[in-house]
């Protein structure tokens, strides 16, 4: 197995929309419906923001959404603010019960 | 919420132990499933492992030849081991819940524990 890709890094500015890709292989992120993003300040734990490819948990902003096409999943955040700085790690199921993640993207916002 | 707790510092070759202690919850609740992840310092996040009730375990292929996590129900808490520890197993180990029938949903997680493997 091997780590979805992410990219190192991305940036915006206040008010902006960004959008963050995670490419997998049909074997995970295209295979199944089970696709999580997370953040993460430094010196944090991740967080929670969406799961099942495009579902958002209770308290999350609605400024953040997922979608997949095939085998690449991306996490759009919109109105960007300057708390939405710091990292965003994506999850896929990989079959056979296991779990795989993206190298992590650094967002910074201008 | 999920506290971990482990002994900061181990010795290259001996066996890394954590225990991540539940409250709020518990650990025979068959809704979730409860697992350990790490992320070495400045570097991304690895899934380790996931346990459920029932007795399920599943482990990540890179590690199940030296990890085994278990549950004592009575202490509402999870383990985990990983034996023969090296360099490369330094990181914040942390601790989660993850939603039965939901693949990769983890949440909470643990504050996390840094464990540094040298001699």
């Known amino acids: 197995q091997s780590a979805l890709t992410q990219p190192r890094s991305v940036s915006g500015s206040p008010g902006q929309s960004v959008t963050i890709s995670c490419t997998g292989t049909?074997?995970?992120?295209?295979?199944?419906?089970?696709v999580s993003w997370y953040q993460q300040y430094p010196g944090e734990a991740p967080k929670l923001i969406i799961y099942?490819?495009?579902r958002r948990p209770s308290g999350v902003a609605d400024r953040f959404s997922g979608s997949k096409s095939g085998n690449t999943a991306s996490l759009t955040i919109s109105g960007l603010q300057a708390d939405d700085e710091g990292d965003y790690y994506c999850?896929?199921?990989?079959?056979?019960?296991?779990?795989?993640f993206g190298g992590g993207t650094k967002l910074t916002v201008l | 919420q999920l506290q971990e707790s482990g002994p900061g510092l181990v010795k290259p070759s001996e066996t890394l132990s954590l225990t991540c202690a539940v409250s709020g919850d518990s650990l025979s609740n068959t809704n979730y499933y409860w697992g350990w992840l790490r992320q070495p310092p400045g570097k991304g996040l690895e899934w380790i492992g996931s346990i459920y009730y029932g007795g399920n375990l599943y482990y990540s292929p890179s590690l199940k030849s030296r990890v085994t996590i278990s549950l004592d129900t009575s202490k509402n808490q999870f383990s985990l081991n990983l034996n023969s520890v090296t360099a490369a197993d330094t990181a914040i180990y942390y601790c989660?819940?993850?939603?039965?029938?939901?693949?990769?949903?983890?949440?909470?997680w643990g504050r996390g524990t840094l464990i540094t493997v040298s001699s």
């Open positions: 049909s074997s995970d992120v295209g295979g199944y419906h089970y």
């Open positions: 989660a819940r993850r939603y039965y029938g939901s693949g990769t949903t983890f949440d909470p």
């Open positions: 999850c896929a199921y990989a079959g056979s019960y296991t779990i795989i």
């Open positions: 099942d490819v495009s």
